[in-house]
């Protein structure tokens, strides 16, 4: 997607002609092979495919141009794979999140997990609730991680063998990993719901170690905004989605 570009459901058809304008555009169809893209095999246009399916019911001409500017990049990218099992590192993740940067004021989450360096899990996803600060919108997005992270564990515990603890989830803010590992009374954080303070109990248990990673070295960063393409090239290699050969996707 264009670096801040704005898509929000007032661009949506108010009136006949514009309604009558889009009556033959295929978007649902389109968005829906975009998606199928999306969570198998390219993490990369996960956060432009989250932005565009939120306006599956009625899209506009604005938002039917920006899906086919992701339907090029594939074109563009069309040898592009999924690598697997490139490095022997376990189990881990990394989250991010955006602060109110869309129109609707709910935040992005984000995150990608990752085993033997290849990532098996992702995510982009609005907040379900209005965060007030950066650090409240990444402790939610801490606790989604954390929920697939241990899905995946289990998953993995079940097919082939324990999963080394603890897991590090790599957070590129100081303040959701204070309060994910501090069980004292915060008055500034008493209306977030209680199910995302179970966090709290994992990291307490040594099922998780929070660890802090520079916004720059952080692969979830491509699933909470739209970045410049060679952020976006940069991240998708990190992320072992390249033209290497063998073992692929």
């Not at 002609?17 to 169809?29: H, I, K, L, N, S």
């Not at 495919?49 to 500017?69: C, G, Y």
């Not at 602060?99 to 990608?112: E, L």
Request: proline share 5%; net charge neutral; with cysteine.
């Amino acid at each position: 997607m264009n670096v801040g570009a704005i898509l929000s459901s007032e661009q949506s058809p108010s009136t006949h002609e514009e309604t009558a304008d889009m009556q033959d555009v295929p978007y649902q169809r389109g968005i829906g092979s975009l998606m199928y893209a999306a969570t198998s095999t390219r993490p990369d246009i996960a956060f432009a495919v989250s932005i565009l399916s939120q306006f599956m019911r009625n899209p506009a001409r604005t938002h039917w141009e920006a899906a086919k500017d992701v339907i090029r990049y594939l074109k563009g990218t069309a040898t592009v794979r999924l690598t697997l099992g490139a490095e022997a590192q376990g189990l881990e993740a990394y989250v991010d999140s955006d602060w109110a940067s869309q129109p609707h004021r709910h935040s992005m989450s984000g995150y990608a997990v990752l085993l033997h360096g290849a990532p098996v899990a992702w995510s982009s996803r609005k907040q379900s609730l209005i965060a007030l600060s950066t650090a409240e919108a990444e402790y939610i997005a801490l606790t989604a991680v954390a929920r697939e992270v241990l899905y995946l564990r289990s998953l993995l515990t079940e097919l082939y063998e324990p999963v080394k603890l603890p897991i590090p989830i790599y957070c590129d803010n100081q303040g959701a990993i204070a309060l994910a590992s501090n069980h004292k009374f915060h008055a500034r954080t008493k209306h977030v719901d209680l199910r995302y303070h179970f966090i709290r109990a994992q990291v307490s248990d040594g099922i998780f170690d929070l660890q802090y990673c520079p916004t720059e070295e952080n692969l979830a960063d491509a699933f909470t905004k739209a970045l410049p393409r060679p952020r976006l090239e940069k991240l998708r290699a990190a992320l072992r989605v390249s033209t290497a050969r063998g073992g692929v996707l």
